[in-house]
């Protein structure tokens, strides 16, 4: 079986397409919606879909770790609101799985500016070379590896950054050259560039060992 954990913060208006296109599915899968603590239409949404819903304090990385304890498969896939999967993401799952402990997707972002198309470039680029995934990404892997690193570390930025790292530790990922397509709606509502920067500066400081809790300030 695989486990899709989709931790969300008020995301009514990301909810609905992307739980109609999971549980759409005719392949067996769970799906996992992990709230932490919305106070839009997020949860009665999801309930609505039928999805099992959990409550968790804020934090993407808490909320993960949160899902994965309730999960049963055997496969994780944690996957943000806002996120879109490939055609057949299963079975690509299923089959890169096979061969690997961990792997994350190509991303696309979706929106009209030109710079989106180099950015999502550049994201898969790098994770490609560096062995590094973001959530945007959809990482995936099996149980025994998640439980293996100890999951995400419970900061408040940068866990996916993080438990890459702890995973590379048990095998280099699968890198899928199928695309999910994420929302760019960060992007185009503060600016492309200012974010660009934003997200340098933030990783720069991360690697200089800045404290995750000040970067998540900096970043809202």
């Not at 899709?4 to 995301?11: A, F, K, R, W, Y």
């Not at 603590?37 to 959990?54: E, F, N, P, T």
């Not at 943000?80 to 799952?93: C, Q, R, V, W």
Request: charged share 20%; net charge positive; hydrophobic share 45%.
């Amino acid at each position: 079986m695989l486990s899709i954990i989709m931790p969300m913060l008020n995301e009514a208006k990301a909810l609905p397409s992307t739980l109609a296109a999971l549980t759409n599915q005719k392949s067996h899968i769970e799906l996992i919606v992990v709230d932490g603590g919305s106070s839009d239409q997020s949860v009665a949404i999801a309930q609505q879909q039928g999805v099992k819903v959990l409550s968790s304090t804020a934090g993407r990385a808490r909320q993960m770790n949160l899902g994965a304890e309730h999960a049963q498969g055997e496969y994780l896939l944690f996957l943000h609101a806002d996120t879109g999967l490939p055609e057949h993401f299963e079975s690509l799952i299923s089959k890169a799985l096979a061969l690997h402990q961990w792997g994350r997707f190509d991303v696309a972002i979706s929106g009209q500016h030109p710079m989106l198309k180099v950015i999502s470039f550049m994201m898969n680029w790098r994770s490609r070379w560096s062995g590094i995934a973001t959530g945007d990404q959809a990482l995936f892997m099996r149980r025994t590896a998640f439980v293996a690193v100890g999951g995400f570390p419970e900061q408040d930025l940068m866990e996916d950054i993080a438990l890459s790292q702890r995973l590379k530790r048990v095998g280099w990922p699968a890198c899928l050259r199928q695309k999910v397509l994420t929302s760019g709606r960060r992007w185009q509502q503060n600016g492309v560039w200012r974010t660009i920067f934003l997200m340098w500066r933030l990783r720069f400081a991360y690697w200089r060992g800045t404290c995750p809790s000040q970067l998540a300030r900096r970043y809202r």
